[in-house]
């Protein structure tokens, strides 16, 4: 069974502080997600990566950063936090021989609180 | 003006009920239709996926895809508790390489 592990289920942050949100998949997929989920929202893709130290932007990607130095693992940066962006962070993997319809596997999220 | 739409919901239904999900979509670059069910303290899990118009059936469940009318459905049947989660419809552009998602809609089934 294909994994992805996120760092935190919960966390609690104050404005202003630097925060990183881990993400691994153990399933060698080369391309990873990152996406926040907010009622009446939905989900939003904040950054993706097709390769290790590639990034590309998504819809939402101001006031974040990505960094993905390994394979595996794909981290989402809060360079300083702020109250709205108190959300549920989702991380997701794709193999690329399913890219042509990416299928995603997702992580069980982060809920993070920014106070 | 989002480019999908899903009824919002949320929906409670007795078990044993029809259930039918529901999203619209504007862009007719989406190639990939799919859906993913999501549990309360999870994240989504892939589904169904469709590629053409028509229906596309998996034991109790079956998506239909409507691209002249850019309409995807998802139907329940015989639903049982264990179908309480929220449903994502999500649609695949292959030229623009990423997913855009509906908001989800929560459904809970009643014994």
């Known amino acids: 069974d294909v994994k992805v592990t996120q760092s935190s289920r919960y966390l609690v942050k104050r404005t202003g502080e630097k925060v990183f949100l881990e993400c691994v998949q153990d399933m060698d997929h080369e391309n990873m997600f990152w996406y926040r989920q907010d009622p009446g929202l939905g989900l939003r893709l904040i950054y993706f990566s097709y390769d290790v130290k590639m990034k590309e932007k998504g819809d939402i990607p101001e006031g974040y950063s990505v960094s993905r130095e390994k394979k595996e693992r794909f981290s989402l940066i809060l360079e300083s936090a702020s109250t709205n962006q108190t959300s549920m962070y989702l991380c997701?993997?794709?193999?690329?021989?399913?890219?042509?319809?990416?299928?995603?596997?997702f992580g069980p999220g982060t809920r993070l609180t920014v106070l | 003006q989002k480019e999908v739409e899903q009824d919002p919901g949320p929906l409670s239904v007795p078990e044993g009920a029809i259930v039918s999900l529901n999203c619209t979509y504007s862009n007719s670059a989406f190639q990939y239709f799919m859906w993913y069910r999501q549990y309360s303290r999870k994240g989504p899990e892939l589904l169904m996926y469709?590629?053409?118009?028509g229906n596309k059936e998996d034991g109790r469940f079956t998506a239909q895809v409507d691209k002249s009318s850019k309409y995807i459905s998802l139907f329940i049947r015989d639903s049982q508790p264990s179908d309480s989660a929220t449903y994502l419809c999500?649609?695949?552009?292959?030229?623009?390489?990423?997913?855009?998602f509906g908001d989800g809609t929560t459904l809970t089934v009643k014994p």
């Open positions: 469709t590629y053409s118009s």
């Open positions: 997701a993997s794709s193999p690329i021989l399913l890219a042509v319809r990416n299928e995603q596997f």
């Open positions: 999500a649609l695949y552009n292959t030229n623009a390489g990423k997913s855009t």
